[in-house]
């Protein structure tokens, strides 16, 4: 096969996607759950996270590069401004374009027009704001090779990337399963009419899984713009595959998200090592409508509420 | 003099009020209007205020919101909040003072004779105002709103009728473009034989005689794409018929041999019509096009029109607003749901056709993704499941942008666009002229009875 001869550096870099899209996919996954409704402008919510990234490490990284236990603070610090960047967004976005049509009882279609109309909004001010060219991040760590597994190398990005999304990954898991904020989101996902009738303050919990959806998304547009650029566009392109790779997962399920992004990560970038790299998306949609053929509920089946 | 020893002692003002009562007056709900006054306040001034670019990321907030212009800004969020407080004050009277009227009203707007008028009034601007518009208006009415009307009116089947929620609407309108760019090549490549594609056709075709190929050739592509994936429920379809979109885009794109690739077709001839006594060709002159587009756009308006009053068109209905009923009823769910999309899709097919013709140049980048948005957004703005609705839709969102054209810097015309659709589904989400079947189910909605559409049942609970 053409991907045998550099199977395991393709795996890795597929990985190294694959944490970023899981990321991404589990805030439109949240969001479906609690209300059944694409986020469409959750790829905007991204894209500020990596802004806010940005303006913070700007501020306090020189042209030097650092090194050491500073590379992993700046990073740290990168991780946890995007994050906040990102929980206001989508909760502002949450008040604005969402309650007041949830207040009337709004048809699904609207929903999904205010967000295109949100989404839209936030691309062009961002473009607006800051230029509409891709910003490079300061460098905050030498890139370089780590270790090797099977023969491939492993850089530092992608140890910084894993790292963080595991991180992320096991608290919202923890967060999801054992808290009560947790239970009152898997109880709104499963019912909200009834979890509101026993006592769950539905408008405040599904604020909070805006905002929590935003701190992954946001953290995760830091991450890929300490690797790529930042860009006001940025958000398009893994918003597209991210939302993919959650309805692979099954929509609405955590660890179907989390699935759902690796896999997608991997097989894209196994992929392309057989064809050109510009068949990329094609592999991508591919994938999604084989497996939405053979199990129309995603690859773990949906429902929040039943497998977190 | 003894008059104006003692002046009275209420020194509320000729009215009565005064800035205590006002003020004492307001509940949470009129100071949680104010925040978002103030919200929206800011938020223009971010949106009319001075740009930023990489290397001054600071410089368009700061230069927008932290100089003199933001005070303007917030006294115009005030004014707006004393005229809604006002407003939702009186709100009742008024309703209940213009009830005998809004009968009426409902009466009038509900008359097939009114309706008639009103439509043969629309039509009679269309065919009269054009020609006397400048070249940019004639060709923004060409290429973009006669294009896109016809769009619209198609993806309203599909959306609208019967409530299939498709994202990978302009794929159909890529595969007619690129058929009338196939179909008009020659089979050789003799001096004066031009092909818009590196491939030749067996025969070469004038581009009229194209249109019922591409209504066939989307119409089969439809049925293709819908039989696998009609079986998916509301978000799932959505996405499926976004990837099929975004893969048609793609295959053209990389099919440099077949397509052109990102290069595009380009040379394909103008219409021409040549049956005997009746001879014409068309040319740059924009307006014979508009002619074509409208009468196509009056017959499919017509014919779409009676379908939504037939047989299949109230199976459509009954689909949208719950398919398991509907199906319980023993309509059979898939094959109208595989007809709305084939009609939707071959609409679509025809719109490509005239679209290849007139520009005579398709490339790839004429089917991105925000395309297909952009197309619902016209649908779902103008009224969902409204064919007029469709149309005001598509006409009044591809004018406002290039309205703005001469206000605002071109590439931030998108900011009040996404602006304007947030404002119109708080206010109105139903659309401005939503049909009445569709605004009374979202009016019932509203009330709290049942769910505005089947589009995924509330619960998340489903069969199949």
């Given at each position: 096969?053409?991907?045998?001869?550099?199977?395991?550096?393709?795996?890795?870099?597929?990985?190294?996607?694959?944490?970023?899209?899981?990321?991404?996919?589990?805030?439109?996954?949240?969001?479906?759950?609690?209300?059944?409704?694409?986020?469409?402008?959750?790829?905007?919510?991204?894209?500020?996270?990596?802004?806010?990234?940005?303006?913070?490490?700007?501020?306090?990284?020189?042209s030097k590069t650092p090194h050491g236990v500073a590379s992993v603070m700046y990073v740290l610090l990168g991780v946890v401004v995007g994050a906040i960047v990102g929980g206001a967004v989508a909760f502002?976005?949450?008040?604005?374009?969402?309650?007041?049509?949830?207040?009337?009882?709004?048809?699904?279609?609207?929903?999904?027009?205010?967000?295109?109309?949100?989404?839209?909004?936030?691309?062009?001010?961002?473009?607006?704001?800051?230029?509409?060219?891709?910003?490079?991040?300061?460098?905050?760590?030498?890139?370089?090779?780590?270790?090797?597994?099977?023969?491939?190398?492993?850089?530092?990005?992608?140890?910084?990337?894993?790292?963080?999304?595991?991180?992320?990954?096991?608290?919202?898991?923890?967060?999801?399963?054992?808290?009560?904020?947790?239970?009152?989101?898997?109880?709104?996902?499963?019912?909200?009419?009834?979890?509101?009738?026993?006592?769950?303050?539905?408008?405040?919990?599904?604020?909070?899984?805006?905002?929590?959806?935003?701190?992954?998304?946001?953290?995760?547009?830091?991450?890929?713009?300490?690797?790529?650029?930042?860009?006001?566009?940025?958000?398009?392109?893994?918003?597209?595959?991210?939302?993919?790779?959650?309805?692979?997962?099954?929509?609405?399920?955590?660890?179907?998200?989390?699935?759902?992004?690796?896999?997608?990560?991997?097989?894209?970038?196994?992929?392309?090592?057989?064809?050109?790299?510009?068949?990329?998306?094609?592999?991508?949609?591919?994938?999604?409508?084989?497996?939405?053929?053979?199990?129309?509920?995603?690859?773990?089946?949906?429902?929040?509420?039943?497998?977190? | 003099?003894?008059?104006?020893?003692?002046?009275?002692?209420?020194?509320?003002?000729?009215?009565?009020?005064?800035?205590?009562?006002?003020?004492?007056?307001?509940?949470?709900?009129?100071?949680?209007?104010?925040?978002?006054?103030?919200?929206?306040?800011?938020?223009?001034?971010?949106?009319?205020?001075?740009?930023?670019?990489?290397?001054?990321?600071?410089?368009?907030?700061?230069?927008?919101?932290?100089?003199?212009?933001?005070?303007?800004?917030?006294?115009?969020?005030?004014?707006?909040?004393?005229?809604?407080?006002?407003?939702?004050?009186?709100?009742?009277?008024?309703?209940?003072?213009?009830?005998?009227?809004?009968?009426?009203?409902?009466?009038?707007?509900?008359?097939?004779?009114?309706?008639?008028?009103?439509?043969?009034?629309?039509?009679?601007?269309?065919?009269?105002?054009?020609?006397?518009?400048?070249?940019?208006?004639?060709?923004?009415?060409?290429?973009?709103?006669?294009?896109?009307?016809?769009?619209?009116?198609?993806?309203?089947?599909?959306?609208?009728?019967?409530?299939?929620?498709?994202?990978?609407?302009?794929?159909?309108?890529?595969?007619?473009?690129?058929?009338?760019?196939?179909?008009?090549?020659?089979?050789?490549?003799?001096?004066?034989?031009?092909?818009?594609?590196?491939?030749?056709?067996?025969?070469?075709?004038?581009?009229?005689?194209?249109?019922?190929?591409?209504?066939?050739?989307?119409?089969?592509?439809?049925?293709?794409?819908?039989?696998?994936?009609?079986?998916?429920?509301?978000?799932?379809?959505?996405?499926?018929?976004?990837?099929?979109?975004?893969?048609?885009?793609?295959?053209?794109?990389?099919?440099?041999?077949?397509?052109n690739g990102p290069r595009g077709a380009f040379g394909i001839p103008h219409f021409s019509v040549n049956f005997g006594f009746l001879k014409y060709k068309w040319t740059l002159d924009l307006m014979p096009y508009w002619y074509l587009l409208l009468?196509?756009?009056?017959?499919?308006?017509?014919?779409?029109?009676?379908?939504?009053?037939?047989?299949?068109?109230?199976?459509?209905?009954?689909?949208?607003?719950?398919?398991?009923?509907?199906?319980?009823?023993?309509?059979?769910?898939?094959?109208?749901?595989?007809?709305?999309?084939?009609?939707?899709?071959?609409?679509?097919?025809?719109?490509?056709?005239?679209?290849?013709?007139?520009?005579?140049?398709?490339?790839?980048?004429?089917?991105?993704?925000?395309?297909?948005?952009?197309?619902?957004?016209?649908?779902?703005?103008?009224?969902?499941?409204?064919?007029?609705?469709?149309?005001?839709?598509?006409?009044?969102?591809?004018?406002?942008?290039?309205?703005?054209?001469?206000?605002?810097?071109?590439?931030?015309?998108?900011?009040?666009?996404?602006?304007?659709?947030?404002?119109?589904?708080?206010?109105?989400?139903?659309?401005?002229?939503?049909?009445?079947?569709?605004?009374?189910?979202?009016?019932?909605?509203?009330?709290?009875?049942?769910?505005?559409?089947?589009?995924?049942?509330?619960?998340?609970?489903?069969?199949?």
């Open positions: 096969m053409c991907f045998t001869h550099s199977f395991w550096q393709l795996t890795i870099s597929g990985l190294s996607d694959g944490f970023l899209y899981a990321l991404i996919a589990l805030g439109y996954t949240l969001v479906y759950g609690v209300l059944q409704l694409i986020n469409f402008a959750h790829s905007e919510v991204f894209m500020s996270g990596g802004f806010g990234g940005l303006f913070a490490v700007q501020a306090l990284v020189g502002v976005l949450e008040r604005v374009a969402y309650r007041p049509l949830r207040r009337r009882n709004a048809p699904k279609l609207a929903f999904l027009i205010s967000a295109i109309g949100a989404s839209l909004f936030l691309v062009n001010i961002a473009g607006k704001e800051f230029g509409r060219l891709a910003i490079p991040m300061p460098n905050l760590y030498t890139n370089g090779n780590v270790f090797s597994v099977f023969g491939a190398e492993v850089q530092t990005n992608f140890v910084v990337i894993a790292i963080a999304a595991a991180l992320m990954l096991i608290f919202l898991d923890r967060l999801v399963a054992k808290t009560r904020l947790g239970q009152g989101i898997r109880a709104v996902a499963q019912d909200a009419d009834t979890a509101s009738l026993m006592g769950v303050n539905i408008d405040r919990v599904i604020s909070q899984t805006f905002v929590i959806g935003g701190l992954l998304g946001g953290a995760a547009g830091f991450l890929f713009g300490m690797v790529f650029n930042v860009q006001y566009n940025m958000g398009f392109t893994p918003g597209v595959k991210a939302f993919t790779a959650a309805v692979l997962g099954g929509i609405g399920n955590i660890r179907g998200a989390v699935l759902g992004g690796l896999l997608l990560g991997v097989v894209e970038n196994l992929g392309v090592s057989c064809v050109q790299s510009a068949w990329r998306d094609v592999i991508a949609f591919g994938i999604l409508v084989l497996v939405l053929l053979f199990r129309p509920t995603g690859l773990l089946g949906e429902r929040l509420g039943r497998s977190a | 003099m003894s008059v104006y020893e003692n002046p009275p002692a209420d020194d509320g003002g000729p009215t009565g009020f005064s800035v205590r009562q006002v003020v004492g007056s307001l509940g949470e709900s009129d100071w949680r209007r104010l925040g978002g006054c103030m919200f929206a306040a800011l938020v223009f001034a971010l949106m009319t205020g001075t740009s930023g670019n990489a290397q001054h990321l600071t410089a368009g907030v700061t230069g927008s919101l932290f100089k003199p212009r933001v005070v303007v800004f917030i006294v115009l969020g005030l004014a707006l909040w004393a005229l809604m407080t006002t407003w939702t004050r009186y709100r009742d009277d008024i309703r209940a003072g213009l009830e005998p009227f809004r009968k009426t009203k409902a009466e009038i707007t509900g008359n097939q004779w009114v309706q008639l008028g009103v439509f043969a009034a629309v039509l009679l601007i269309a065919i009269l105002v054009p020609p006397l518009l400048s070249v940019f208006w004639q060709q923004v009415l060409v290429s973009q709103i006669g294009i896109f009307v016809l769009l619209a009116i198609g993806l309203n089947v599909v959306v609208g009728f019967a409530g299939l929620l498709d994202l990978g609407y302009i794929a159909f309108y890529a595969i007619g473009a690129y058929t009338a760019a196939y179909w008009t090549g020659y089979p050789d490549s003799k001096p004066g034989h031009i092909s818009p594609l590196p491939v030749h056709p067996p025969f070469h075709l004038n581009p009229f005689f194209v249109f019922p190929l591409a209504v066939v050739v989307c119409l089969i592509a439809g049925l293709l794409l819908g039989a696998p994936t009609l079986r998916l429920r509301g978000d799932y379809l959505a996405i499926v018929t976004l990837g099929f979109g975004e893969i048609v885009r793609i295959v053209i794109n990389n099919s440099e041999s077949v397509t009468a196509m756009i009056v017959i499919v308006f017509i014919l779409f029109r009676q379908l939504e009053n037939s047989r299949v068109g109230r199976a459509w209905t009954a689909i949208r607003e719950d398919e398991v009923a509907a199906a319980a009823t023993g309509i059979p769910t898939l094959k109208y749901k595989l007809m709305a999309f084939a009609i939707g899709a071959s609409t679509s097919g025809l719109a490509g056709v005239v679209f290849a013709s007139q520009i005579g140049f398709v490339a790839p980048d004429n089917f991105v993704l925000i395309n297909s948005l952009l197309v619902l957004v016209y649908v779902i703005f103008g009224g969902m499941g409204s064919l007029p609705g469709a149309v005001a839709g598509a006409s009044f969102l591809i004018w406002l942008p290039n309205e703005l054209r001469d206000y605002v810097a071109p590439q931030d015309r998108f900011i009040y666009f996404g602006a304007l659709l947030v404002v119109m589904m708080i206010f109105r989400p139903q659309g401005v002229f939503p049909s009445r079947r569709r605004a009374r189910e979202i009016g019932l909605a509203e009330a709290g009875a049942g769910g505005a559409d089947a589009m995924g049942a509330p619960d998340g609970v489903m069969p199949r």
